[in-house]
């Protein structure tokens, strides 16, 4: 599996109530992640060998954006939190060691 290109994120331990401009751009020359969180860009470095998943801690910008904040932390979090990643037909899912599910991703061209 190669993670390459844009991602919406749809869903963040099971909230999918999310904004449409929540995008991860993942760049495989550098192993670099960047996007948008929610509210703020961030941008991490990633380590991706078979199934096995491991970001960096993210940098991010720190403006406020109401009604934004908790959804960007949990996606900070998350990233953190990632140890695994599963791809179906239309979506990417990442996984933290006890196996919950943490980001559902789907590609976008």
Same mark, same amino acid.
């Given at each position: &599996?190669? @993670?390459?290109?844009?991602? /919406?994120?749809?869903?963040?331990?099971?909230?999918?109530e999310l904004p449409q401009? +929540?995008?991860?751009?993942?760049?495989?020359?550098?192993? /670099?992640?960047?996007?948008? *969180?929610?509210?703020?860009?961030?941008? *991490?470095?990633?380590?991706?060998?078979? *199934?096995?998943?491991?970001?960096?801690?993210? &940098?991010?910008?720190?403006?406020?954006? %109401?009604?934004? &904040? %908790? +959804?960007?932390?949990? +996606?900070?979090?998350? @990233?953190e939190m990632a140890s /695994?990643?599963? %791809?179906?037909?239309? !979506?990417?899912?990442?996984?933290?060691?006890?196996? %919950?599910? @943490?980001?559902?991703?789907?590609?976008? !061209?």
């Open positions: &599996m190669t @993670l390459d290109g844009n991602y /919406r994120v749809l869903e963040v331990k099971g909230e999918k401009d +929540i995008i991860f751009n993942f760049n495989p020359v550098g192993n /670099r992640v960047s996007g948008n *969180a929610g509210c703020n860009q961030f941008s *991490a470095l990633y380590h991706l060998k078979g *199934a096995q998943l491991e970001f960096s801690t993210p &940098m991010n910008t720190r403006k406020f954006c %109401e009604g934004r &904040m %908790e +959804i960007e932390r949990q +996606i900070l979090a998350s @990233l /695994r990643i599963e %791809e179906t037909e239309s !979506e990417v899912v990442l996984f933290a060691k006890n196996d %919950e599910p @943490l980001l559902i991703l789907t590609k976008i !061209e």
